[in-house]
């Protein structure tokens, strides 16, 4: 099993920034790949981005590529997510995963954290 603590959510307002992090531990030697994924109040669940541990590539999702940056440091077994000029529609449950591909699929991550709330004002 992997266990995924994600930390950082919180109130902002508009045009701000947080900074995200999920601390992993257990059997991660199998899940290379750390995955970002937020939901909103009444929406699917949506890809944000993900990063192999190993490599260091990157994949983001289409609406946050270029407002949003995931990056991992294996010291510490965490990775990050930086969610710049944030918006009332960034709000959401963001969750960390761990899988095996650069994938925007959820099915291919198999172990969740709980989330952190990410709450966006006017």
């Known amino acids: 099993q992997v266990q995924l603590v994600e930390s950082g959510g919180g109130l902002v307002q508009a045009g701000g920034s947080l900074r995200l992090s999920c601390t992993y531990s257990?059997?991660?030697?199998?899940?290379?790949?750390m995955g970002w994924f937020r939901q909103a109040p009444g929406k699917e669940r949506e890809f944000v981005a993900a990063i192999s541990r190993s490599s260091g590539n990157t994949y983001y999702g289409d609406s946050v590529e270029g407002q949003f940056t995931v990056s991992r440091d294996n010291a510490k077994n965490t990775v990050y997510l930086r969610v710049n000029s944030l918006k009332p529609e960034d709000t959401a449950v963001y969750y960390c995963?761990?899988?095996?591909?650069?994938?925007?699929?959820?099915?291919?991550?198999?172990?969740w954290g709980r989330g952190t709330q990410v709450t966006v004002s006017s």
């Open positions: 995963a761990a899988g095996v591909a650069l994938s925007p699929l959820p099915n291919m991550f198999a172990y």
């Open positions: 257990g059997r991660t030697t199998s899940s290379d790949v």
